[in-house]
């Protein structure tokens, strides 16, 4: 499994909210159309016959071939919106006419699997987020980047407070209190049955 950085602002177009709500990432360049079965020297004939050279060259070649061919299927995907980075899994390439006008047809289809804030990251994957190259390949482990302890959890678990057990049985044991005394005291009888119905969701779980 590989991690790679990827910008959201195929054609410098910002399209992150695309990118999650539809879950897919995209890089720009459509003018080279379909690429899918490409190797690094189609893409590199294709780029030439659209006047890129030298250094120009050398630098998209080396981006587009990243996202075309050097990306597989299970890799994972890094994309930084403002504090915080989203973690996904990349499909397959797929070229996507219906993207064309939006400068956004090289394609691959995204399962999301959590957004994670930029601090908690570590400096080598901070790094590899601070990268100017729409798109980038971590160069150390998978165990290096310390990825794997966000991938398998969901957002709202890496949220909750990493209190101790005695602290969260504390915690637990207040709320219960607080919810009997409302069930009990309360001089609303809405707030007493909410109260009620609370306390009784959490003695059951």
Same mark, same amino acid.
């Given at each position: 499994?590989?991690?790679?950085?990827?910008?959201?602002?195929?054609? @410098?177009?910002?399209?992150?909210?695309?990118?999650?709500?539809?879950?897919?990432?995209?890089?720009?360049?459509?003018?080279?159309?379909?690429?899918?079965?490409? $190797? @690094?020297?189609?893409?590199?004939?294709?780029? #030439?016959?659209? &006047?890129?050279?030298?250094?120009?060259?050398?630098?998209?070649?080396?981006?587009?071939?990243?996202? =075309?061919?050097?990306?597989?299927?299970?890799?994972?995907?890094?994309?930084?919106? &403002? &504090?915080?980075?989203?973690?996904?899994?990349?499909? &397959?390439?797929?070229?996507?006419?219906?993207? =064309?006008? +939006?400068?956004?047809?090289?394609?691959?289809?995204?399962?999301?699997?959590?957004?994670?804030?930029?601090?908690?990251?570590?400096?080598?994957? #901070?790094?590899? *987020?601070?990268?100017?190259?729409?798109?980038?390949?971590?160069?150390? $482990?998978? /165990?290096?980047?310390?990825?794997? #302890?966000?991938?398998?959890?969901?957002?709202?678990? #890496?949220?909750?407070? !990493?209190?101790?057990?005695?602290?969260?049985?504390?915690?637990?044991?207040?709320?219960?209190?607080?919810?009997? /005394?409302?069930? !009990?005291?309360?001089?609303?009888?809405?707030?007493? *049955?909410?109260?009620?119905?609370?306390?009784?969701? =959490?003695? +059951?779980?």
């Amino acid at each position: 499994m590989k991690i790679f950085m990827l910008r959201s602002r195929p054609h @410098k177009i910002e399209r992150i909210n695309e990118f999650l709500n539809f879950n897919f990432v995209a890089i720009g360049w459509t003018s080279k159309n379909d690429l899918t079965g490409a $190797t @690094k020297e189609d893409i590199r004939k294709a780029l #030439q016959a659209d &006047d890129y050279e030298g250094q120009s060259l050398s630098t998209t070649l080396g981006m587009v071939n990243a996202f =075309v061919c050097t990306m597989k299927k299970g890799d994972l995907v890094l994309v930084r919106e &403002d &504090d915080s980075v989203h973690i996904g899994k990349v499909g &397959d390439y797929k070229w996507r006419k219906d993207f =064309v006008e +939006k400068h956004m047809a090289h394609t691959r289809p995204v399962e999301w699997l959590n957004k994670v804030p930029f601090k908690d990251l570590n400096a080598s994957v #901070q790094s590899l *987020l601070k990268n100017i190259k729409t798109i980038a390949q971590y160069r150390e $482990t998978l /165990d290096e980047s310390e990825i794997e #302890q966000y991938i398998s959890k969901k957002v709202n678990e #890496q949220l909750k407070p !990493n209190l101790p057990i005695k602290g969260k049985e504390d915690l637990l044991n207040n709320a219960i209190e607080i919810l009997k /005394d409302l069930a !009990n005291n309360s001089k609303d009888e809405h707030v007493r *049955l909410e109260a009620t119905k609370e306390l009784l969701s =959490v003695l +059951k779980n």
